[in-house]
Nanobody
Framework: DVQLQASGGGLVQSGGSLRLSCAASGFTFDDYVITWFRQAPGKVREGISCISGRDGSTIYADFVKGQFTISSDNAKNTVYLQMRNLKPEDTAVYYC?????????????????????????WGQGTQVTVSS
């Protein structure tokens, strides 16, 4: 079974940093795209960044603007999201999701993979709270 465990969230002051982790199991990491999403209270869940387990290509939502960096350690089946210069508006539950690259017919990521509707497998989320 596909399992995703997101961790690393917490309470941080404005301007601070956090690194989130998404530990994956139950599937061949290289064959999947792994994506970070977030959902703030009362808002729609939005895609932040994707990484291809096959070729390591990455893509970011327009709002990221260099604030976040996605990376992966395929040997550990883990994807990270390094977040810097956090602001109160970054407060949200952060989720990781995966889907087989074969679903998209591609080895590299593209913007379609930032859409929450295309993902079946989700982790449980980790809360990030940024205080002003």
């Amino acid at each position: 079974d596909v399992q995703l465990q997101a961790s690393g969230g917490g309470l941080v002051q404005s301007g601070g940093s956090l690194r989130l982790s998404c530990a994956a199991s139950g599937f061949t990491f290289d064959d999947y795209v792994i994506t970070w999403f977030r959902q703030a209270p009362g808002k729609v869940r939005e895609g932040i960044s994707c990484i291809s387990g096959r070729d390591g290509s990455t893509i970011y939502a327009d709002f990221v603007k260099g604030q976040f960096t996605i990376s992966s350690d395929n040997a550990k089946n883990t994807v990270y999201l390094q977040m810097r210069n956090l602001k109160p508006e970054d407060t949200a539950v952060y989720y990781c999701a995966v889907e087989p690259l074969a679903y998209f017919g591609a080895y590299s990521v593209n913007r379609n993979m930032l859409r929450k509707e295309v993902y079946y497998y989700w982790g449980q989320g980790t809360q990030v709270t940024v205080s002003s």
